[in-house]
């Protein structure tokens, strides 16, 4: 059996939990992380000041909004989209104080763009919580046309951008926040693999 | 390890208890350039022992014709300090490391906080000067005992403006340390550099407040514990050592013509990590390297500070 390849940039997510040293706390969630608020709420709360950003994904079959509501008495703001909750993230952020801790869930394109508003704060990668939520869908970067795709499911990709079919590998960035797609047919034109669904 | 022959161009008595030496290189060139919070290693030979002490580099970056440390005249001395003042003087030759940097600023910190306490300023004199060229934004919160022990005030003030800010002891101004920490927006680092317990108390009331340890930083030069008197063998090289109580396994070593690897000398840096073969008592940890799994295990000591109660310790040397 073919054991495939350990690469270092590959992130590892978590599952969110409570840090127990903190000034505040900011949990940043999308469409199906809305579980992974559902579980952290299900976690006794810290005391101190819990601010919510919580968009539901309004294609999907699963709403959370609601429960999420029903469970979180303040500190929650719930946004159109996800690109709302990252304007509402960019609105708070330079009032944010440090040892406030960030939790982070949703699709793994989400997490990365998240992390792009957090860095520009000087918050690092190390030092947040991120689960992975619903899908292993991953953006994948285009190294010959710098497209980025952000819901790729096949091992085997046609770049929206310049068409190439790309082989998506593990290699990550965390700058661009998207898996490295290399053309997978350089050396042999036209012979391109089958692209399985290794990424549902 | 390659070193660097310098000589004492200048002394200057700043306050009665610390003395401020300007090296320069015996063959009149240029030092290696460095960054605002390294430090060198000086060797000094004392009644014919080797003693090498660290001490930050004070000067401005900018400046490669000469370095500036400054010395504090510790009581408990173990001779370091007691040598530097009373034997060193301008024309006194030393042998020094090249610049080891293990206190840098971060590149990715928006903001800095940093917190002197005595003779613990040196090593921000020289970051000052890079944080200033850089435009970065930064406080210095600087302790000191009394208006005599006020080392370096004047030319602190110039540097810094308005951005430090002074602690008197005799005035009964104390740094506190939770105000100070609770009001920082994010992306702020902390730096501090003074006695163990203001370096402990900072690291306590950072970490209740939430601030993740990659952003608290701290030097500490303190001296290698002392201890029972104990046999150490280099199982590679067949040299046994006794190891003096009041000298560390380190200095030891080196004392019987060893060459161990060594960088920051204060149990901080893992460089000098040695494989423990055997050993038929304790062993005694006195770093800040090994995770507290790491000492349990046994397997490794750091033989700058760390010793061991025993008759016979083992290393992989």
Known sequence: MERG????????????????????????????????????????????????LFADNKAASKQYADIIRSLVPEGLQVCESDEAVLSALKEQLPDCLMGTQFYVAGTEAFIWAVMDELR??????????????????????????????????????QCSGCGRHLFVRDHFSRRLGAYMGVMVDAEEPGNIPAAEEIYP | MSTLNVKVAEVEQITEVVKHFTLVQENGEPLPRFSGGSHVVVSMDI????HRNPYSLMGS???????????????????????????????????????????AISKVGRRHILIAGGIGITPFMSQISDLNRL??????HYAYRSAEHAAFRTQLEEMCGDRVHFYVDSDGSRMDFRDLLSHQPLGTHVYICGPEPMVHALHHTAESLGWPDNHVHSEEFTAPPVGDEFTVELAQSGITVTVPGDMSMLEAMEEAG???????????????????????????????????????????????????????LVVNL
């Not at chain 1, 952290?40 to 000041?49: A, G, T």
């Open chain 2, 135 to 140: 435009g970065e934004d930064y406080e210095l």
């Open chain 2, 47 to 50: 009644n014919g022992r080797i």
């Open chain 2, 258 to 312: 060893a060459e161990p690897p060594f960088l920051c000398r204060g149990g901080a840096c893992g460089r000098c990590e040695l494989e423990v073969v055997s050993c038929d008592g304790l062993l005694m940890h006195n770093d800040h390297y090994l995770s507290d799994h790491e000492k349990s295990e046994g397997k490794s000591i750091m033989p700058c500070v760390s010793r061991a109660k025993c008759s016979k």
């Open chain 1, 120 to 157: 520009k704060y000087g918050v690092q990668d190390k030092n947040v919580e991120k689960e992975l939520s619903g899908t292993l869908a991953r953006p994948v970067y285009c190294v010959h046309c710098k497209n980025i795709d952000k819901d790729v499911h096949h091992s085997i990709h």
């Open chain 2, 61 to 103: 970056t900018a400046n490669t014709d000469s370095y500036h440390i400054s010395v504090r005249k510790q009581e408990n001395s173990r001779g370091g300090s007691k040598f530097m003042h009373e034997q060193v003087e301008p024309g006194t030759s030393l042998q020094i490391t090249y610049p080891v940097n293990l206190f």
């Open chain 1, 5 to 52: 390849y350990w690469i270092r940039s590959k992130p590892l997510y978590d599952s969110l939990v409570w840090r127990t040293k903190a000034t505040g706390h900011m949990v940043i969630a999308e469409g199906e992380g809305g579980i992974a608020v559902l579980k952290l709420f299900q976690q006794m709360c810290p005391r101190e000041p819990i601010k919510l």
